[in-house]
């Protein structure tokens, strides 16, 4: 009786051995899943001029997985003139000025990037001057776009001269960075004047200006 005790003993303790082992394999088979790419969301983020927006970076894992990744994801822009983080380490993108900006999201040494737009809501737009003339030895004129009752914006407004509502190609309208506004030149167009009409994308709102080619 007590080798059957004993013989039971030993069975037993070899099945907790057995228990020990496997689960010592188990831990070492079952590694945690590493992330293999990331993609930021919204895909191509748009903050209105002077508000902010939250950023979200999304994993994908080398077991297929998916899901929010929330630590050690580093943010950065490229023009941070014109769309900005607060820290390295905050998702809130900020709009600074009107424009793009490429943003860049790094989480466990992997990248993505986007394109983050600013943009403003316009309610009013005006132009500046209202009248101009193209003199012989001038042959070009600068235009400022203004949005909202200052804000310049005129690198992302459109710019087409019209004679009798019909578009003028010799007359081309320009944005130049050093000057920050619209350069229109006259490319040989006749004598006479024209109307500059201003739009911006998404809005419906114009603005007009007068423009006179004087005869040569």
């Given amino acids: 009786m007590s080798s059957t005790k004993h013989t039971l003993r030993l069975v037993g303790a070899f099945a907790v051995l057995a228990i020990f082992a496997l689960a010592a394999s188990c831990r070492g088979f079952f590694v945690n899943p590493t992330l293999t790419a990331i993609t930021i969301s919204p895909a191509a983020p748009q903050v209105e001029l002077g508000n902010t927006l939250s950023l979200s970076v999304y994993g994908t894992y080398s077991d297929g997985s ?22 390295p ?13 490429t943003i860049t999201a790094n989480a466990q040494a992997v990248t993505n990037t986007a394109t983050a737009t600013v943009y403003i809501i316009i309610s009013s737009i005006s132009i500046s001057p209202t009248t101009a003339t193209i003199a012989e030895d001038t042959e070009s004129q600068d235009f400022t776009i ?3 009752g200052g804000t310049n914006i005129s690198s992302g407004a459109t710019l087409v001269a019209q004679m009798g509502g019909v578009t003028q190609t010799l007359i081309t309208c320009i944005y130049d960075s ?4 619209q350069v229109c030149t006259d490319n040989g167009a006749p004598q006479g004047v024209y109307q500059v009409v201003a739009s911006y994308t998404g809005s419906t709102l114009t603005a007009t200006a007068q423009l006179t080619v004087p005869a040569p």
């Fill in 178 to 181: 050093t000057e920050l506004a």
């Fill in 66 to 87: 998916t899901g929010v990744v929330t630590n050690g994801v580093s943010w950065s822009t490229d023009t941070p003139s014109v769309a900005a983080f607060t820290t």
């Fill in 89 to 101: 380490t905050s998702n809130i993108l900020e709009g600074v000025s009107l424009g793009t900006a």
């Fill in 146 to 148: 203004t949005a909202n």
